[in-house]
């Protein structure tokens, strides 16, 4: 079977800076792969190409059978079936978390009200935070803001989702909240990739781990070969 994401031979310069060098992955359906490597290594700037938040300097990203990385493929149709999940929520400030969730199905999927509501009630209750759909995002702790954002990347229906450190901003009691949902979605056979420094969730969800340093990916293993105990 095909991957459904295949990185070839790519580079990523910011001006002279080489942030990515020679990376090389592909990603199968439903499987899980965490990210991991120092700051700066170019675990961000890697999972941004996936769905062309970055651009590559060279070298090509195949996504469930359309190359991302043609200046010509209309990206809007890519990011639809790609869902994102940020560091910092990225939710929008002044539209409730029920509006949150529904405002790109009916937009971008044409879909009607009622339905985009009924998902995004039911996303919302997969999260645990339905009782908050009316609430706004500065009223949610950060573990609920990152679980609206989760749910959010989900009322698309996405066949892949990446995770950028989505447990970096929260404070240390409402991580495991938002690692919990995430290892739902795991287990449901969401195809993820996750950036974090979460090794114990790496340890636990991981079907491989990617090492990077310096741009270039170092190593790709099993979690047990990662972690094995000396
Ligand atoms: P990581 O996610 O591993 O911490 P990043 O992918 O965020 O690393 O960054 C990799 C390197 O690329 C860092 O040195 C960072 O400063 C640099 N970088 C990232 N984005 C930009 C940008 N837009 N312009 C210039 N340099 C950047
Ligand atoms: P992260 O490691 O989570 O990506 P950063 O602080 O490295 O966070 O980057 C935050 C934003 O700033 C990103 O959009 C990144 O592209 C940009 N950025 C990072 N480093 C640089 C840089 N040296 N010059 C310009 N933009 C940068």
Redesign the pocket.
């Known amino acids: 079977k095909d991957p459904i994401i295949k990185i070839e031979h790519v580079y990523k310069y ?1 001006g002279s800076f080489l942030a990515l060098e020679d990376i090389c992955l592909d990603v199968y359906e439903q499987e899980k792969i965490v990210i991991i490597g120092p ?2 290594s170019g ?3 890697l999972l ?1 190409t996936i769905n062309q938040l ?1 651009t590559v300097s060279s070298g090509k990203i195949i996504v469930d059978g359309v190359e991302v990385t043609n200046p010509k493929v209309d990206m809007t149709k890519v990011r639809m079936r790609v869902g994102m999940v940020f ?1 910092n929520f990225n939710l929008f400030p002044h539209k409730t978390v029920l509006e949150n969730l529904t405002l790109a199905p009916i937009k971008l999927k044409k879909m009607k009200k009622e339905e985009a509501e009924e998902i995004a009630y039911s996303l919302l209750e997969k999260v645990g935070i339905k009782d908050k759909a009316h609430s706004y995002p500065g009223q949610l702790s950060g573990g609920q803001q990152q679980r609206v954002a989760i749910a959010r990347a989900l009322a698309m229906n996405p066949k892949i989702m990446l995770f ?2 989505p447990t ?1 901003a929260l404070d240390p009691e409402m991580i495991g909240e938002v690692l919990d949902v995430m290892k739902n979605l795991a287990k449901d056979g969401m195809t993820m990739v996750v950036v974090t420094h979460e090794m114990g969730f790496a340890k636990e969800v991981a079907d491989r781990v990617v090492f990077m340093d310096h741009g270039k990916i170092i190593e790709i293993g099993t979690p047990e070969h990662f972690f094995k105990n000396p």
Do not use: A, L, V
Request: proline letters at 0%; hydrophobic letters at 10%.
């Open positions: 910011f700051s700066g675990k961000s700037t941004r970055e560091q950028d450190e970096s």
